[in-house]
T-cell receptor, first 115, second 112 residues
């Protein structure tokens, strides 16, 4: 069974631009969540989608947004990029049977560098 | 708000020794407590998890204990091996599908 797939693996953008990251969950998983990982702040929750609905949102500005499609694939978008947005963005899927607190399976992440 | 403190931030042991990492969480409603291992340049991977109706769980050399009254949970690795060297994250979750609050991580180094 294929794991969680994130594209692209690496991105370099300049301040003020916007970026879209993509995530394909494990087949059958209906929940997709996104995390930002930085050396200083660790792993921080961005948002969580289940059945195309955002169920939870972390403490990030409105420049960070996301969506989930009917096939459970998800995208996140960051607009008006700032230097501090440089991070590893991890996507995770879970909930094959719609069970709360199922183990998270992470993708390899997208490394975003903002210059 | 939701918070988890993880200690120590770095841990260095000799091969064959035991390693213990402790976490304290804030949210009384938490009922799911996973531990993740992240090797350099790789994705976090679940190594063990425990739910609030269980006090201890073991899987070969790895065990997790939970004290809900004190809001503590700990990871125990016995007979450590160099391949155990990685960053370990504790986390807790409540009633959600994919929202976890993570600790800051512990860099474990196992010296041969």
């Amino acid at each position: 069974k294929a794991g969680v797939t994130q594209t692209p693996r690496y991105l370099i953008k300049t301040r003020g631009q916007q970026v879209t990251l993509s995530c394909s969950p494990i087949s059958g998983h209906r929940s997709v969540s996104w995390y930002q990982q930085t050396p200083g702040q660790g792993l921080q929750f961005l948002f969580e989608y289940f059945s195309e609905t955002q169920r939870n949102k972390g403490n990030f500005p409105g420049r960070f947004s996301g969506r989930q499609f009917s096939n459970s694939r998800s995208e996140m978008n960051v607009s008006t990029l700032e230097l501090g947005d440089s991070a590893l963005y991890l996507c995770a899927s879970s909930g094959q049977t719609g069970t709360l607190n199922s183990p998270l399976h992470f993708g390899n992440g997208t490394r975003l560098t903002v210059t | 708000g939701e918070n988890v403190e993880q200690h120590p931030s770095t841990l260095s042991v000799q091969e064959g020794d035991s390693a213990v990492i402790k976490c304290t969480y804030s949210d009384s409603a938490s009922n799911y407590f996973p531990w993740y291992k992240q090797e350099l340049g790789k994705r976090p991977q679940l190594i063990i998890d425990i739910r609030s109706n269980v006090g201890e769980k073991k899987d070969q050399r790895i065990a997790v204990t939970l004290n809900k009254t004190a809001k503590h949970f700990s990871l125990h690795i016995t007979e450590t091996q160099p391949e155990d060297s990685a960053v370990y994250f504790c986390a807790f979750g409540g009633t959600s599908y994919g929202k976890l609050t993570f600790g800051q991580g512990t860099i474990l180094t196992v010296h041969p």
